[in-house]
């Protein structure tokens, strides 16, 4: 995929993503303050839902995606699967083993940026607002391109297009000079409050199928990212797994 950012506006954008979130207005502020109140039982009906609209999809995503990039670099899956091997054997992996595997967290997060599953996201700004040199009037809608920030090589590096890891062998804070440009899971107070869980159970399944599989593409997989709603592949993810 060939994807650029306009340079100039990224710093702008991620810096309304941060100030549309401290600038709440009054009923925004409303909601919150309720938090000391129970909840109706159709609240607590929309939050199952939004729990499982918003935890399904994406890391079903994500975790197609991870696949598929293994299966593309098979040095990546036999560093992954060493290293699940040596922290867990072939006993299904614990929360504590888990919290060791460092090559997988790494391909995971770079599997994030290349392929966040939500694309971009929606901020709406209830009062006027400065950031830098724009103004940004109330009721306008804005939209952070999470994919195209993810791949701007003004702030990844002329490789940014490509799989490497490695970039995240330090953490997430010293993979890039501006730690805010990576946020697949959102930015601020309303971010994905699943995220956590997300990381672990993305984990936990990676880790299951290192254990008792190497897989490769089929022939018939085209690579072909597109979105409806979430990022997926257009033509469905062929893999080829071998029991071992
Ligand atoms: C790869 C997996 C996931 C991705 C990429 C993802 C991404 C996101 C993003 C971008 C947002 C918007 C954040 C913002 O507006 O700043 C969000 C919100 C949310 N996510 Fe996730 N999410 C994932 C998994 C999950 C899971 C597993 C759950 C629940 C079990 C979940 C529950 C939620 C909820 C409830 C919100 C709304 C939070 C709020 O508005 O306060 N997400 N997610």
């Known amino acids: 995929m060939a994807i650029r950012a306009r340079e100039s506006r990224v710093d702008d954008l991620l810096g309304i993503l941060l100030q549309s979130n401290n600038q709440m207005d009054s009923s925004e502020t409303a ?13 607590v009906i929309e939050e199952c839902k939004q729990f499982y609209l918003a935890g399904q999809e994406t890391t079903s995503s994500w ?21 699940v091997l040596q922290v867990c054997g072939k006993k299904e992996p614990n929360f504590e083993a888990l919290s060791h595997l460092k090559i997988v967290t790494m391909i995971l997060n ?22 830098g040199d724009i103004i940004a009037p109330a009721g306008v809608d804005i939209t952070l391109p999470t994919l195209l920030i993810h791949h701007d090589p003004g702030l990844w590096g002329a490789d940014a297009g490509e799989f490497k890891p490695e970039r995240f062998s330090a953490g997430v804070s010293k993979a890039l000079k501006d730690q805010r440009a990576f946020f697949p ?18 984990k936990l399944a990676l880790a299951m ?15 072909a990212p597109y979105t409806v709603t979430i990022l997926q592949p257009q033509h469905g993810a062929q893999i080829m797994l071998h029991q071992l």
Not at 67 to 82: F, G, N, S, T, Y
């Open 31 to 43: 909601r919150n303050t309720r938090s000391n109140e129970m909840l109706t039982i159709e609240e």
């Open 63 to 83: 975790l197609t995606w991870t696949m598929i990039v293994l299966a593309m670099h098979p040095d990546w899956q036999e560093k992954a699967r060493q290293e």
């Open 110 to 131: 770079e599997v994030l940026r290349l392929y966040p599953p939500a694309i971009a996201q929606y901020q709406h700004v209830y009062k006027e607002t400065k950031i």
């Open 185 to 202: 899971f959102g930015w601020g107070p309303r971010t994905c409050i699943g995220q956590n869980f997300a990381m672990i159970e993305a």
């Open 209 to 223: 199928v290192l254990q008792h599989f190497s897989f490769e593409l089929s022939p018939s997989y085209t690579h």
